[in-house]
């Protein structure tokens, strides 16, 4: 039986790194049904695979699922660091879903839960602070976006991730384009391009590039209006 689980999770793997991920979602689902202790390490291990290719799918609710239940093993077991974690990703799930008050409370619970066990976890704190910018702003409030995008800066750059530093350059640009400073944001989008490009980051690099040309194009355009 273990070594039908192992054949059927090295699949699933393999699966997902093709980007085959409906296969790898099934070939995980079928190792858990063959699995018959929820509560062993390995079990969570394969739920935990199974979200993402939920959550890159675009299946949602199926990716809650699998979230609550890591959560609830977490708070159970006492792991802070996975509570953390799983907390700050059902934030983002409910980001996903649309819920966004949902979301921005799940923010707030998971930033008085880091504060108080891992203040010095800047990496963490600049991802929540930062999560919590972009929901502000999808709930059209620039002025607590910001407050929160300033505080994400602060500790990306205590943290000295520059990738976490580039997510909250691109953050910071996305208030500016808000409140119509397309200038201020071009150049935030430029400058997290630059780092994504210096990590290799190609999929977060070309997304910036387009917002990049967008802005450029809609900058052509009202120079040709006011020209009329």
Not at 141 to 163: C, F, L, M, Q, T
Not at 170 to 191: M, P, Q, S, V
Request: charged letters at 35%; a negative charge; proline letters at 1%.
């Amino acid at each position: 039986m273990e070594k039908l689980v192992q054949e059927l999770v090295d699949a699933a793997k393999l699966a997902f790194d093709a980007n085959d991920f409906e296969l790898a979602e099934k070939k995980y689902v079928d190792a858990l049904y063959l699995m018959d202790n929820p509560e062993a390490e390995e079990y969570q291990t394969i739920v935990s695979e199974l979200e993402k290719c939920y959550t890159v799918q675009e299946n949602y609710d199926g990716a809650k699922e699998c979230l609550e239940e890591l959560y609830w093993h977490a708070r159970k077991d006492k792991n802070l660091k996975k509570e953390a974690e799983y907390l700050h990703k059902l934030a983002v799930n409910a980001r996903q879903t649309e819920e966004y008050d949902l979301a921005a409370i799940m923010c707030e619970e998971e930033l008085a839960f880091r504060m108080t066990h891992f203040p010095d976890d800047y990496i963490g704190l600049a991802e929540t602070y930062h999560e919590a910018a972009m929901l502000s702003l999808l709930q059209r409030n620039p002025i607590k976006g910001k407050v929160y995008i300033d505080k994400a800066k602060h500790y990306a750059e205590k943290s000295g991730d520059s990738i976490v530093i580039a997510g909250v350059l691109r953050g910071l640009g996305d208030y500016h384009f808000t409140i119509n400073e397309l200038e201020k944001a071009r150049g935030l989008y430029l400058d997290s391009h630059y780092l994504y490009k210096l990590h290799r980051n190609h999929e977060a690099a070309d997304e910036l590039l387009k917002r990049i040309r967008c802005l450029d194009d809609r900058g052509q355009h009202k120079n040709n209006e006011q020209k009329k």
